[in-house]
């Protein structure tokens, strides 16, 4: 069975770091486009970042950029998020989500979601 498992939400302050960590199960990441999603309360799901399969290309959103760092580690078949520079408007439930494929881009449409991490960043 194909799983994703996101840990390492939490609490933090405005201006803390946190690593998401997305763990797969059941199949390997290297061949798969990673993508970490978040939705906040009361908001649509918005895309924040992603990482190619074939190339290790990385991509984020602008509200991200420079702050986000994504990174993939194929022989612990986890992809990391590293969050550093938090605000609050970051607060938020992040998704991670794999589809297979071998792109230089990363596609718009993912097949495998994970449950979810809270990330909670306080003023």
């Known amino acids: 069975q194909l799983q994703l498992v996101e840990s390492g939400g939490g609490l933090v302050q405005s201006g803390g770091s946190l690593r998401l960590s997305c763990a797969a199960s059941?199949?390997?990441?290297?061949?798969?486009?990673i993508g970490w999603f978040r939705q906040a309360p009361g908001k649509e799901r918005e895309w924040v970042s992603c990482?190619?399969?074939?190339?290790?290309?990385?991509f984020y959103a602008n509200s991200v950029k420079g702050r986000f760092t994504i990174v993939r580690d194929n022989a612990k078949n986890t992809v990391y998020l590293q969050m550093n520079s938090l605000k609050p408007e970051d607060t938020a439930v992040y998704y991670c989500?794999?589809?297979?494929?071998?792109?230089?881009?990363?596609?718009?449409?993912?097949?495998?979601w994970g449950q979810g991490t809270p990330v909670t960043v306080s003023s």
């Open positions: 990482i190619t399969s074939t190339d290790g290309n990385s």
């Open positions: 989500a794999a589809r297979y494929y071998s792109g230089s881009f990363c596609p718009r449409e993912y097949t495998h």
């Open positions: 059941g199949f390997t990441l290297d061949a798969y486009a």
